[in-house]
């Protein structure tokens, strides 16, 4: 494994960690932006694992996956679930509607987000 997937894992892991942290600290909003983070930077690895090239400095888990022409490997479950946490990216940096964000984001939601988070990145990590 080159040094850059080593890199962008070890951030995605470390942002993960993070999204427990606020899980457990019952600050919703950033679970949701930690678990984004964490995505964005496991597909960041994977990226550079399939195209030994640096990954697209952007953010949006959907352009990445299509760029990295992985995107169709994606069960319909885990499309749905990009989908679902690509706007938590920016709505927790710049909450437009925060108090309706925030009202969405319980306990409840905020585990499920976490437990599909890392069944996402344990995905890519074994295609790693």
């Keep these: 494994?080159?040094?850059k997937v080593q890199y962008w894992i070890e951030i995605s892991d470390?942002?993960?960690?993070?999204?427990?942290a606020m899980l457990r600290s019952k600050r919703y909003l950033y679970v949701?932006?930690?678990c984004h983070q964490s995505i964005e930077k496991i597909f960041k690895a994977y990226f550079s694992g399939l195209k030994s090239e640096t990954?697209?400095?952007?953010?949006?888990?959907?352009?990445l996956a299509k760029?990295?022409?992985?995107?169709n490997s994606f069960s319909e479950?885990?499309?749905?679930?990009?989908?679902?946490?690509e706007p938590l990216n920016i709505e927790a940096r710049y909450p437009s509607h925060k108090e309706r964000l925030l009202r969405s984001l319980t306990e409840v939601k905020c585990t499920e987000i976490l437990r599909k988070t890392k069944g996402l990145q344990q995905w890519i990590k074994a295609k790693l």
């Excluded at 470390?14 to 427990?20: Q, S």
């Excluded at 990954?55 to 352009?63: D, E, G, I, K, V």
């Excluded at 760029?67 to 995107?71: D, H, K, L, M, T």
């Design 1 to 3: 494994m080159n040094e």
């Design 14 to 20: 470390y942002d993960l960690e993070t999204a427990e």
């Design 32 to 34: 949701g932006f930690m």
């Design 55 to 63: 990954a697209p400095f952007s953010h949006s888990l959907s352009y």
């Design 67 to 71: 760029q990295g022409n992985f995107y």
């Design 77 to 85: 479950e885990q499309k749905d679930f990009i989908d679902q946490i």
